[in-house]
């Protein structure tokens, strides 16, 4: 006596539409993947940049109220020096020194950036014990202002995994800014800090860096990161 066989198989149609799900299933999976590394990246670069900044600002206002007040304003007596390709800022006991993001890039080094007198080594943000402020007087036979010696420098800025650096500088005070009774004087800080892709990074008409926008050439959206940091800091209780 003979059974009917009532098994059926799948049809091919019925494979392809079950290797499309599983297909499309794996794509949303790999992609979510991505977006979530991506993500993650970026949170580890936004971090560096604000610890970064952090740090400055602190060693600003520590540095800065330790001082006298002392001159930013143009002109002769300045210690406050700013060049498109960086600047310098001394204080008194100590000085720092800088040179951009721009500058910096290893494609197109700047020449007249602030260098060391015995090393290659490039500057980013340094701190240099400097209580006459020799590195914020031209040299009257070169014309320039002092290179740096890389054994009296601390180096401020932590490049980490990112390639950071500083794309812009500003410290301002004024006549109002002053306490003619107690001599103390108040200085307003500007600066921005960010990863140092330059294809990545564009500026705006203001001068302002920013990150490109992710559908611009050049765009990386997972790394690109700047933040720009304000601060007001109060120097010494004496006239320099």
């Not at 001394?90 to 951009?100: A, D, K, R, V």
Request: glycine share 8%.
């Amino acid at each position: 006596m003979s059974h009917a066989n009532n098994k059926q198989g799948f049809t091919l149609i019925e494979l392809m539409l079950a290797m499309g799900f599983v297909s499309a299933l794996l794509i949303a999976i790999a992609m979510t993947i991505i977006q979530i590394g991506s993500i993650y990246n970026k949170g580890l670069t936004l971090k560096e940049v604000n610890q970064a900044g952090r740090s400055l600002t602190s060693e600003f206002q520590k540095s800065i109220a330790q001082n006298k007040p002392f001159n930013v304003n143009p002109g002769a007596g300045s210690r406050y020096i700013t060049q498109p390709w960086g600047g310098r800022l001394c204080i008194g006991h100590y000085s720092y020194i800088w040179n951009y993001g721009v500058s910096i890039d290893p494609t197109k080094l700047d020449p007249n950036r602030n260098v060391y007198n015995n090393s290659n080594d490039l500057i980013r943000f340094i701190k240099v014990f400097d209580p006459n402020s020799n590195y914020c007087t031209i040299d009257s036979t070169t014309n320039k202002y002092p290179s740096v010696s890389l054994s009296n420098a601390v180096e401020l800025l932590d490049v980490g995994e990112h390639n950071l650096a500083v794309h812009y500088f500003k410290i301002s005070s004024a006549a109002l800014m002053t306490d003619n009774k107690t001599g103390q004087q108040l200085y307003s800080i500007e600066f921005t800090i960010g990863t140092n892709d330059q294809l990545a990074l564009t500026t705006s008409s203001t001068g302002d860096i920013t990150c490109k926008a992710p559908s611009e050439k050049g765009a990386d959206p997972a790394y690109c990161s700047v933040d720009r940091f304000n601060i007001v800091t109060l120097a010494g209780n004496s006239v320099q």
